[in-house]
Structure formats: C-alpha cells, structure tokens
C-alpha cells in the first residue's frame, strides 16, 4: 500500500472571496460565487482542488495567500477580492502559481448586477490544468 501524500497536498487551494466589512452587497456575492465556483471544480477536479479556512484580514494580501499554498503544497491558489468604491465595485479573482507567486490567471467582474453563476463558469473554464503530474 503506498503511502499518499496528506489530504491537504492538492493541486488547486481555493481560499473563500472576501468583501470589506459592512459591504453586505460584495459579501453576498463574494460567498455566492465562491459557493458556485466550488462546488464546480470540486466536481470537474474531483480529489484535487482543497479548501482553505478564510485567511482573515481584509484584504488578503498576496503573500499571505502564496504562504498559505505552500504550507498546503498546493501548485495553485485561487482567491478573489470585493474591492472598488460602492456602486463601482468588482470582484477580482486569481489564480496564482505558488512556486514563483505569478498570476496564472485573474479576472474583474462588476458587482452590481453580477450572476455568481456567470462568474463560476468563467473562473471554472480559466483554471489550469490540475491534472498535470510534474
């Protein structure tokens, strides 16, 4: 019987969407379209995608993140951010390669008037390849 690697040791750490405090609009889709997105990949990536506690603070800062990936051994981290003045607000989304902290991916999405389902189709149809044994 082999021994495998700790249940955390995924390709694909995702880490919840945050807004700033009080912003109850960006929250609600913050954590709507990190639910939806989730939920896809946990299904199109079975066994490879993990998910991390929220990482506190607000913002996460990109280091923070990078740090999180590695204690994980993940390959990619994928995070997103409520940011931007109220009624000009976007969700930022990233997908960062842990080893050098480069963006493999990033996309903007306002947050007035968004489809978290929309968002989790594009995120979802962006990622890299997670099945990819180096």
Excluded: C
């Amino acid at each position: 019987h082999a021994k495998h690697a700790p249940p955390a040791d995924k390709p694909l750490l995702a880490i919840p969407f945050t807004a700033p405090e009080g912003d109850a609009t960006g929250k609600a889709l913050a954590s709507a379209a990190f639910a939806e997105l989730y939920g896809r990949m946990a299904i199109a990536h079975h066994g490879l995608v993990g998910l991390s506690p929220n990482l506190g603070g607000s913002p996460p800062d990109q280091n923070n993140v990078l740090e999180r990936g590695r204690a994980q051994h993940a390959k990619y981290v994928l995070y997103g951010v409520v940011g931007g003045q109220s009624g000009t607000e976007n969700l930022d989304v990233r997908v960062l390669e842990v080893d050098d902290g480069s963006v493999a991916w990033s996309g903007s999405f306002a947050v007035t008037g968004a489809d978290p389902a929309a968002i989790a189709t594009e995120v979802s149809s962006k990622l890299p390849d997670l099945d990819d044994d180096d």
